[in-house]
């Protein structure tokens, strides 16, 4: 049995703030290997300036190449076809192809408050434990209250993450603007980005 962490996203591009979150899932949960899963079309936001699904995937290929703590998939991509992903259908997939694994679903604190909006959150608790990212014990107090009706409160734990204020639309921006993006992403990444000629139009402000 592996104990195995997903982290899901658009990775548009994938960051070193994706990467701690991560390594320090890894190491607080105990976890094996954590996998990033990039989504085609999330249900709850758009994916401004997509360069494409094909494209997320190599670039986070790229984030963790030669790394054996981490890995890809692209169960979400390959089941999706046209629509939104949802992670509960992703857990039974994952469940269905490999029952032994012990599951955790890797979440920042802001997407733990959402979760009794997502489709069949009661059930997402029963096939995965989930990893909450999140500092503040004010935070992880509201975030137990809110889930608490789903029950399942021994399947939540929290872990601390250090504070990095990066994000991809900060990127895609740098991107656009001709200013260097290293060391806010894997040096790999910057160089597909690069290569790719990624990112060159205006970013909105917003993700």
């Given at each position: 049995?592996?104990?195995?962490?997903?982290?899901?996203?658009?990775?548009?591009?994938?960051?070193?703030?994706?990467?701690?979150?991560?390594?320090?899932?890894?190491?607080?949960?105990?976890?094996?290997?954590?996998?990033l899963m990039p989504v085609l079309r999330p249900p709850h936001k758009e994916v401004p300036e997509d360069p494409g699904t094909a494209e997320r995937v190599e670039l986070c290929r790229a984030a963790v190449a030669g790394d054996e703590?981490?890995?890809?998939?692209?169960?979400?991509?390959?089941?999706?076809?046209?629509?939104?992903?949802?992670?509960?259908?992703?857990?039974?997939?994952?469940?269905?192809?490999?029952?032994?694994?012990?599951?955790?679903?890797?979440?920042?604190?802001?997407?733990?408050?959402?979760?009794?909006?997502?489709?069949?959150?009661?059930?997402?608790?029963?096939?995965?434990?989930?990893?909450?990212?999140?500092?503040?014990?004010?935070?992880?107090?509201d975030i137990a209250e809110r889930l608490a009706p789903l029950g399942g409160a021994e399947r939540i734990s929290f872990f601390d993450l250090p504070r990095v204020d990066v994000s991809s639309t900060d990127v895609r921006r740098r991107v656009a603007e001709g200013r260097p993006i290293r060391w806010l992403v894997p040096d790999a990444v910057a160089d597909r980005i690069a290569a790719r000629g990624l990112y060159t139009r205006e970013v909105p402000a917003y993700e």
């Open positions: 049995m592996a104990a195995i962490g997903i982290l899901g996203g658009t990775f548009n591009p994938p960051h070193i703030g994706h990467l701690l979150c991560a390594q320090e899932a890894r190491d607080r949960l105990r976890l094996d290997r954590v996998v703590r981490f890995d890809v998939s692209t169960a979400e991509i390959d089941r999706a076809g046209d629509g939104p992903s949802f992670t509960v259908d992703t857990l039974r997939q994952w469940h269905d192809a490999r029952p032994d694994d012990d599951l955790t679903f890797i979440v920042g604190g802001d997407m733990a408050l959402s979760l009794p909006t997502w489709r069949e959150p009661g059930a997402i608790l029963q096939l995965a434990r989930l990893g909450v990212a999140e500092r503040g014990s004010a935070v992880r107090a």
